[in-house]
């Protein structure tokens, strides 16, 4: 089953990269080939469709404001289930994809101890046992596995309630909405330390690639898988580099001050 | 609605005596009587619904009763359900007028996410606006008498007015005009409550059924449709429920976790937003030195050392 899986991953990656391009350039290394980035803006469309036109069903403060971006509360009702279908379908291509590096690790549990260290930006740069994907967003991850059976699960009892006891749907109705909540939370840490929080992520699901500076500083242990070279003693040249770059810039400036003191 | 109070008179011009009328009452609340032990099974109240609304003639279910089909249906709002039942030995069949019960607290309201499909006057009558209707079908879940009935076709939910379009214009609903041994009645609540309660004594004292009563179901603060039965003890019998309730899913869940969550959610975008204020990015290490334009101007500080 998982050779098979694995057989299918590849050979989507293989496909997708020779109809799609990554440029890779000096001083890169690529961070998600074209399937993954295809895969992931699938399922971010058809997740923020499926959550706008979940939260204007959701609450009476809402449906006033959401219900006419897709044509009314009618439509919005007829949209939603199919929205939330196309969701689970990439996602489920996603899972698939991703299963490997999201599996959880020992150095996961280490970083989830130091969370709020680094919520708090204490450590300049990660641990080095932080692999592709680290503990947060690993739980992301399986938060939406755990969240996207609950919404099939629940989202048919409601769909087809017709052929279900009519409890179904009040009891399904309450798990629906937690299942969102829980999402909506991931996805607003998720949406920020992809863009704001971090800065040089966001391009690893655009252009696919990522600088070795931001590899190094957010998941050495990667760094160190495909490159071959230790994060920590990278960074640390690097910083040599800069501050020998420093030096003889004030050097020749002050050579230059000089000539034009004679 | 027409509402009478607006044109009920004050004063009289030269009038001697009192003013007629004045000062008087008028109870809005409306309501649904049926005796059950009255009703004969004539089906009449089910004609005249049919023909009031409108309804296109649909096909019946024949399943070993007398019963027209096994449920209320979107199109078939009134139904009188057979059971049979045993009393001393003998048989003892029940007829009960099926509909919706107008309840002070509808279900079917509370579960609504769509603003203004479900609307509940001030005499009691709960309606259903189909223009504004999602057809979500959460009404039906939160019935506690299975009464709200979804067309595939439409894709809305429909179910008995009370005839609210009738009762606007002051007349009673189609099923009281229609019902022939008097066991229909209609009037304000509180005239309805006195009289199914001389019946029920009635039944107690003079026809041997010393559990009659009113089913007037206090868990959902009462309903404007108001059963007597032989034997309020076990409104099961009738397929009535004992103590209906309102899944918690539309009340505790809908009006208070739904909005904390949706608090949260606020709360958790600006939490984010002010990680970035005051906390800041993390930026790849070690971090780029500041392009030259934006670094202090050497030749600018020296120019201030000397004076």
Redesign the interface.
């Given at each position: 089953m998982s050779s098979s899986v694995e057989r299918f991953d590849e050979r989507a990656r293989r496909e997708a990269d020779r109809i799609g391009t990554t440029v890779v350039r000096r001083g890169e290394l690529l961070r998600h080939p074209v399937y993954t980035r295809v895969l992931h803006w699938l399922v971010a469309i058809t997740f923020v469709l499926s959550l706008l036109s979940g939260f204007a069903?959701?609450?009476?403060?809402?449906?006033?404001f959401l219900t006419p971006i897709f044509g009314?509360?009618?439509m919005?009702?007829?949209l939603h289930p199919w929205f939330g279908l196309f969701f689970e379908v990439f996602f489920l291509f996603q899972f698939l994809n991703w299963l490997t590096p999201m599996v959880w690790a020992q150095s996961d549990r280490r970083w989830l101890k130091r969370v709020k260290a680094y919520?708090?930006?204490e450590d300049?740069?990660e641990p080095a046992d932080v692999g592709f994907f680290n503990g947060g967003q690993k739980i992301y991850f399986w938060a939406i596995v755990l969240s996207g059976v609950l919404f099939l699960i629940t989202g048919i009892l409601?769909w087809f309630?017709?052929i279900f006891p009519?409890?179904?749907?009040?009891?399904s109705?309450?798990i629906h909405?937690l299942a969102a909540?829980l999402m909506?939370?991931g996805f607003?840490?998720h949406v920020?330390e992809g863009t704001?929080?971090?800065?040089?992520t966001f391009r690893s699901m655009v252009s696919g690639t990522v600088?070795e500076?931001?590899a190094?500083?957010?998941h050495p242990a990667w760094y160190q898988a495909v490159t071959g070279r230790d994060a920590r003693e990278s960074?640390e040249r690097?910083?040599r580099r800069?501050s020998d770059r420093?030096r003889a810039v004030q050097e020749w400036?002050r050579e230059q001050d000089g000539r034009d003191q004679i | 609605m027409s509402n009478p109070q607006v044109f009920q008179i004050q004063e009289i011009s030269a009038h001697p005596g009192p003013v007629p009328g004045k000062g008087t009452q008028r109870a809005v609340q409306v309501c649904k009587y049926i005796d059950v032990t009255t009703c004969i099974g004539c089906k009449a109240c089910e004609v005249a619904c049919v023909e009031w609304n409108d309804h296109p003639f649909r096909e019946t279910t024949f399943d070993d009763t007398y019963q027209t089909m096994p449920s209320t249906e979107w199109n078939y709002w009134n139904l009188i359900k057979f059971a049979e039942d045993e009393r001393d030995g003998n048989l003892m069949w029940l007829m009960r007028k099926d509909q919706c019960m107008h309840c002070e607290d509808p279900g079917c309201l509370r579960?609504c996410?769509?603003?203004g499909?479900i609307i509940k006057y001030e005499n009691g009558i709960v309606d259903f606006n189909q223009n504004?209707?999602?057809?979500?079908?959460?009404c039906?879940?939160?019935?506690p008498f299975?009464i709200p009935k979804?067309n595939q076709k439409t894709?809305k939910v429909y179910k008995c007015t009370l005839c609210s379009d009738r009762v606007g214009q002051g007349l009673e609903p189609a099923c009281i005009k229609a019902c022939p041994t008097g066991c229909l009645h209609f009037g304000t609540k509180d005239d309805m409550v006195q009289i199914a309660g001389l019946r029920a004594k009635q039944l107690q004292e003079h026809s041997g059924f010393a559990n009659a009563g009113v089913y007037d179901p206090q868990t959902i603060g009462g309903t404007h449709v108001i059963y007597v039965l032989h034997d309020i003890n076990n409104p099961e019998r009738y397929g009535l429920p004992k103590a209906p309730v309102i899944?918690p899913?539309?009340t505790y869940?809908k009006w208070l976790?739904?909005?904390a969550?949706?608090l949260?959610?606020g709360l958790?975008?600006l939490a984010?937003f002010f990680?970035?204020v005051a906390?800041?990015?993390?930026?790849?290490?070690?971090e780029?030195?500041a392009p030259i334009e934006s670094q202090p101007d050497?030749i600018e500080a020296k120019r201030k050392e000397q004076p």
């Open positions: 069903i959701y609450s009476p403060w809402l449906y006033r009314g509360g009618a919005t009702r007829f919520t708090t930006n300049k740069i409601m309630d017709d009519r409890w179904f749907v009040a009891v109705y309450v909405d909540l909506l939370a607003i840490i920020y704001a929080a971090a800065p040089g600088s500076r931001w190094w500083t957010h960074y690097e910083k800069q420093e400036e | 579960a996410p769509a603003d499909a504004n209707c999602i057809g979500c079908g959460y039906i879940s939160g019935c299975d979804f894709k899944p899913s539309y869940w976790a739904k909005p969550g949706l949260m959610a958790g975008v984010v990680h970035r906390i800041g990015p993390r930026l790849p290490q070690p780029q030195p050497p």
